[in-house]
C-alpha cells in the first residue's frame, strides 16, 4: 500500500471499500499520465488490460465509475480521492457535480466547515493548514484574473498552493437561462475577461467528480462535460445504469463495484425489513383510510425505534439519536394533503404538530431555501422535525443516518428508484451495527396488497 493511501486510510478511517477505491485510483495514477487531450484508444486499452470491466471511457476523456452501495460512504471518499490527488500528484483544481439543490448544498457543508461532524478533511493537516477554497454559483465571478492581478485587486484564485474544489448543481451547467441566453456559468465575465467555464476547461490539472453519476448521461450533460476536458473524470453511483420505459444500459466504464447485497453481508448499513399487518384485508378500506393506517402503523414502529435509541444512548453514554420518518407522496397536492392531516390537532392528538416538512420542487425563493435548511438539519438532536414527506426529491444522495421508518404512499415504477428510495435509510447512526436489531433495522412500512 502506498504511504499516501495508508496514511489517508488511517486518517479518515476509511472503510475496506473506500480503502480498495482510493487504491485503484492511485494504481490508475500509475497507468495514465493524467494530462489533457491524451489518446484516448491508448488509455482505454492501458485500463481495460488491468480492469476489465472498463469497457469504454463514455466520454472524450477518460472517465472511471465507482459504483459503491448506498451508505458505505460516497462523499467521504471524494474526500480521500481529492486529498490523495492533491498530495501524489500535485492537483489543485476540482470540479465536484451535484444533481440537484439539495445535494450540492450538502456537499458545501460536507468540503468546507471543519466545525462539521461529516467534514471530509477531518483529520489531513496538509489541508487543515491550508483549507481548501470552495468555488460556488455565488463567488465564481469574484475570479477576476488578468484584468484586476494588473489593477492589484484580490483575486479568488491567488493563492497557487491551495485546493480549488469548485461545487455546481448539474442545472446551473448546461441549462439556458429564460429567454434563451447563455447558462450563468458560461456567460462572459466584466471580472476575468472570459467565462469561468473557459476558465475551467483551460485548466492544466482539473479533475472532475461526478456525484450520483447516471443523472449525467443526457445528451446536453454529456456534451457540456466533455467541453470541460478535465485530466480526468470520477464518477460515483450506487446505480450504474440507466433505466428507461424499453431496457435497462449497464455503464461500461466501472472500474470498481461494491453493491448493495456485498454491504449487507458486511455490516455496513442497516438491515432493511418489510413489516405489513396479518390477516390484513384492504377492500375494507378506501385509499385515504389506508394512508392513514399505514402512517399510524409507521408511527407506532418509530415511536419504539425513539425508545431503543435512547435506552442505547443512556447505556452506552453516546450522544441520542434522534429517529425520523420518510414519507413517499404521490405529487405535490399529495404531499401537501398529508402534511395537513399529520399536523392537525386530530391526528395523534396534535403529537407531531410543528415536526413535519414537505419537501418538493414546487417551492421556491425563501420556501425552497428554508425547506432545505431544515433537511439539512434533521439529523440534529435540536431539530424538531420527525416526518419528512417528499415527492421524487430524496430518492438518491441525501446522506442521513436517523432515517428508520419508510412509508411508500406511491408506486416505485423501477428497480433504480425502490433501491434508492431503500438506500435513504440505510447508513447506521453509530457507524457500525450494535447488536440491537430494533436499531439496526431499517423499517419499510407496507400493506399486504403491495
Known sequence: ???????????????????????????????????????????????????????????????????????????????????????????????????NNTIHDKLIQDFSRPDYSKYVFQGI??????????????????????????????????????????????????????????????KLSEYIGESYFEYLSGL????????????????AAMRVLNELNPVLGIELTATPQIESVAQTVQFQNVIYNYPLSQALKDGFVKEPAVTTRENFDPKKYNEHELEVLKIQDGITVHEETKLHLQAYADETQTQ???????????????????????????????????????????????????????????????????????VNMLKEGWDVRNLYTIIPLRTANSKTLIKQSIGRGLRLPFGKRTGVEEIDTLTLKLFQHH
Request: aromatic content about 6%; charged content about 25%.
Open 1 to 99: 500500500m502506498k504511504e499516501h493511501v495508508r496514511t489517508i486510510t488511517q486518517r479518515l478511517s476509511l472503510r475496506k471499500p473506500q480503502v480498495d477505491s482510493l487504491q485503484i485510483l492511485s494504481r490508475i495514477g500509475e497507468i495514465l499520465s493524467l494530462e489533457k487531450r491524451p489518446n484516448l484508444e491508448s488509455c482505454l486499452e492501458k485500463i481495460h488490460a488491468e480492469f476489465p470491466s472498463v469497457k469504454d471511457f463514455e466520454r472524450e476523456f477518460p472517465n472511471l465509475c465507482f459504483a459503491l452501495a448506498t451508505g458505505v460512504g460516497k462523499t467521504r471518499l471524494m474526500g480521500a480521492f481529492i486529498t490523495y490527488l492533491y498530495l501524489e500528484k500535485g492537483i489543485k483544481h476540482f470540479f465536484v457535480l451535484a444533481p
Open 125 to 186: 493537516p496538509e489541508i487543515a493548514q491550508n483549507p481548501p477554497k470552495i468555488i460556488t454559483r455565488d463567488n465564481f465571478h469574484q475570479g477576476a484574473g488578468i484584468r484586476n492581478q494588473m489593477a492589484g485587486q484580490k483575486d479568488l484564485f491567488d493563492n497557487d498552493s491551495q485546493i480549488h474544489i469548485n461545487i455546481f448543481n448539474i442545472s446551473k451547467i448546461h441549462a439556458e437561462s429564460k429567454g434563451n441566453r447563455v447558462p450563468l456559468i458560461k
Open 204 to 219: 492544466e490539472d482539473l479533475v472532475l467528480i461526478m456525484d450520483e453519476a447516471h443523472r449525467y448521461r443526457a445528451t
Open 320 to 390: 441520542p439519536i434522534k429517529p425520523f420518518i420518510l414519507v413517499v407522496a404521490q405529487d405535490t397536492s399529495h404531499a401537501n394533503s398529508l402534511w395537513k392531516l399529520i399536523e392537525s390537532d386530530d391526528f395523534c392528538n396534535g403529537k407531531y404538530k410543528g415536526k413535519v416538512i414537505s419537501v418538493h420542487s414546487a417551492k421556491s425563493g425563501d420556501a425552497e431555501e428554508e425547506m432545505i435548511r431544515k433537511l439539512l438539519s434533521v439529523e440534529s438532536i435540536e431539530s424538531p422535525v420527525e416526518i419528512v414527506i417528499h
